[in-house]
């Protein structure tokens, strides 16, 4: 298995573990909502927008040649990173 199949692997494999955390996050808005908290929803939109973006990015690195795509790798990372970041910090909010 070449460095890039293994990369987009273990990248995949966490955009679905962050897609299942996405729909808990969904299931939390919408008891928030029900409750009143409209602002809930915004954040789950972000969430979500940040999320397209890295698979936007891994798309690329997937369509990017052997020996072009380390150069995509530090995108996909950075925009994984703000991913995460984003979604830590809803989850922590309860």
Do not use: C, H, P
Request: charged residues 40%; without cysteine.
């Amino acid at each position: 298995m070449s460095v890039k199949t293994a990369y987009q692997k273990k990248m995949r494999a966490q955009l679905d573990e962050w897609n299942a955390k996405i729909d808990e996050l969904q299931a939390r808005a919408d008891k928030k909502a029900a409750e009143g908290e409209i602002e809930v929803y915004r954040n789950l939109d972000r969430l979500k927008a940040k999320r397209d973006e890295v698979n936007s990015k891994m798309k690329e690195l997937e369509a990017a040649g052997e020996g072009s795509w380390e150069g995509l790798k530090s995108s996909v990372s950075e925009a994984a990173d703000k991913f995460k970041n984003k979604l830590d910090d809803l989850f922590a909010r309860g």
